[in-house]
Nanobody, 125 residues
Framework: QGRLVESGGGLTQPGGSLRLTCTAS????????MTWVRQAPGKGREWVSD????????YYNIPVKGRFTVSRDNARNTMYLEFNDPRPEDTAVYYC??????????????????WGQGTQVTVSS
């Protein structure tokens, strides 16, 4: 049974840095496009970023474009999300997801083959 596990969340200050890791087990991520989704306190889920199977194509939602960087290491079966210049409005639970043959750009867990349990990120001084 495949699964995704997020790690690296925690507390960071505005303008600091943070890196989230999404580690897959039980399946090979090289066959899957991958996604980050977040949910801020009291709000609905928001799509954050997509990365293609090879990592050559990446996409970002406007609020994070230019500040976050998504990447993947298929040899390590892992995807990353780096925060540069995090802001308080980035405070959320961050989820990673995987799907094939295409990425639905959805925030619904049922639209993906795999969905992680989430990791909390808090941006505060």
């Amino acid at each position: 049974q495949g699964r995704l596990v997020e790690s690296g969340g925690g507390l960071t200050q505005p303008g600091g840095s943070l890196r989230l890791t999404c580690t897959a087990s039980g399946f090979n991520i090289s066959d899957y496009g991958m996604t980050w989704v977040r949910q801020a306190p009291g709000k609905g889920r928001e799509w954050v970023s997509d990365i293609s199977t090879t990592g050559r194509s990446v996409y970002y939602n406007i609020p994070v474009k230019g500040r976050f960087t998504v990447s993947r290491d298929n040899a390590r079966n892992t995807m990353y999300l780096e925060f540069n210049d995090p802001r308080p409005e980035d405070t959320a639970v961050y989820y990673c997801a995987a799907n094939r043959p295409y990425l639905p750009r959805s925030t619904r867990e049922t639209d993906y083959n795999y969905w992680g349990q989430g990791t909390q990120v808090t941006v505060s001084s």
